[in-house]
């Protein structure tokens, strides 16, 4: 299972918010394409339909995103180009600040997070920062930001994991 949760955003307002039924459409079509071929060939499609259509941010995400699943540093390149196309893709900049954080480049991967901390403070942000902050060994900090996410969404499973790990890491650490 993924380190990151992928969610799919689009600013209305300079505000970040999420997609549902984007992220609903989205998700099916990419899992049942990964469902009924390997992720190789997957990629191998996304990008002959690049070739086709060079300019196509939409196949670029797809690219980038597929990218993210198995091979973070050609990800980090993949949404760094989309990036160069549309700067202000919150999406972009969130999965390139998840795909940052798999690299291990925390540092880099905080900036990005940082950035749209500033427009909206989502979910899926939050989330990506306790995980940095987690992951870094960071563990108040990470039961900060997973108990903001907790007041907001009560069930939320992996901010649930984050705050009781941390807590964990810091009863160790005394």
Known sequence: ???????????????????????????????????EH????ALKEVERELKDDPGNVLLMGKRAHLLLERKPNKAV???????????????????????????GEYEKAMGYAAE?????RAIEVLELVAHIHYAKGNFSSTI??????????????????????????????R
């Open 144 to 173: 900060r930001f997973a108990e903001e996410i907790l007041s907001r969404q009560p069930d939320h499973g992996s901010a649930e994991l984050l705050r009781d790990y941390s807590k964990r890491g810091l009863a160790l650490q």
């Open 38 to 41: 390997d992720w190789g060939w």
């Open 1 to 35: 299972m993924a380190l990151f949760v992928a969610g799919f955003f689009f600013l209305r307002g300079g505000k970040v918010e999420r997609s549902f039924k984007y992220h609903q459409h989205e998700h099916s079509q990419n899992q049942s394409i990964e469902d």
């Open 116 to 120: 749209l901390l500033k427009e909206d």
């Open 77 to 103: 390149e993949a949404y760094q180009e989309l990036l160069d196309k549309d700067e202000g893709d919150a999406y972009a900049r969130l999965h390139l600040a998840q795909a940052l954080a798999r690299t």
